[in-house]
């Protein structure tokens, strides 16, 4: 029987290097195949490493632990390290996913391999995925009512717009400016889509690709094109919204 192999993904060098060493000491026939520092190199470990297990910082730039596990659609086991406290990770209750709360602790990471072992030698994967990962999203990135954008004033040339946040279509991002397209008009900010998302309701608008957030509303309809990509066509917009492999989980039925 081959050993099992696993990634660790976080954007911290340190946070990397602790949990690698722990992991060493309670766990030594446990294979490290990757060290990632973002979402976008763990996605791409898990692709072409195939590990059994996935140990993702929740909060990572561009590419967060979230996504990462949606878009591994189960072909690993998953473990969340985070900071955030008990009061977010009870949406852990909902399924077999496991987490470490920082700073972890030796007697905690054993706990978790644990687990893990006991699953493996039964062949078990976690289930509910993509339940807890909507918890989660509703623990951890929700803003509050009094915090949440209402209107966003863009930009058009020498022409200040105010775009209610209700009219807004789609979100689109560049180097330099993110574009506000309602069904009628469209503007320019300087708020980069992560920033955005702070203030926005996740259920309002959702994230298809890591330039994009488009409302769900008005979306009309989804469709894959002969290789496979898949594209979102709006009510009131020309336009057609590329979606990203990580977020393709979205339109998974299709």
Excluded at 53 to 82: H, Q, Y
Excluded at 86 to 105: C, M, Q, R, S, V
Excluded at 128 to 144: G, I, T
Excluded at 178 to 195: C, F, L, N, P, Q
Aim: charged share 30%; with cysteine; proline share 4%.
């Amino acid at each position: 029987m081959t050993n099992p192999t696993a990634i660790i993904a976080d954007d911290e060098d340190l946070q990397r290097l602790d949990l690698k060493r722990m992991l060493k000491a309670v766990w030594p026939e446990l294979n490290i195949v990757a060290e990632c520092e973002d979402g976008g190199d763990a996605l791409d470990a898990i692709a072409n490493l195939q590990p059994d297990i996935a140990f993702l910082d929740i909060r990572m730039p561009e590419i967060n632990g979230l996504d990462v596990a949606r878009a591994s659609d189960g072909k690993c086991r998953v473990v969340f390290t985070t900071a955030f406290d008990n009061h977010a990770i009870e949406a852990f209750k909902l399924g077999a996913i496991d987490y470490l709360l920082k700073p972890i602790t030796d007697e905690r990471l054993q706990q978790s391999i644990d687990r893990i072992k006991a699953q493996m030698e039964t062949g078990a994967l976690p289930q509910n995925l993509m339940q807890v990962m909507a918890a989660l999203d509703q623990k951890l990135r929700a803003p509050s009512e009094a915090e949440r954008i209402k209107w966003i004033s863009a930009s058009l040339g020498n022409t200040i717009k105010l775009f209610p946040i209700d009219e807004v279509l789609f979100f689109e991002s560049d180097l330099r400016y993110t574009r506000v397209v309602s069904a009628k008009d469209e503007g320019h900010i300087r708020t980069s889509i992560k920033e955005l998302q702070k203030g926005l309701d996740p259920d309002q608008f959702w994230q298809i690709h890591r330039s994009v957030m488009v409302n769900p509303h008005a979306i009309a309809r989804a469709r894959r094109d002969e290789m496979g990509n898949i594209f979102v066509e709006l009510r009131d917009h020309p336009e057609q919204l590329k979606v990203s492999q990580t977020y393709a989980w979205r339109f998974k039925s299709m």
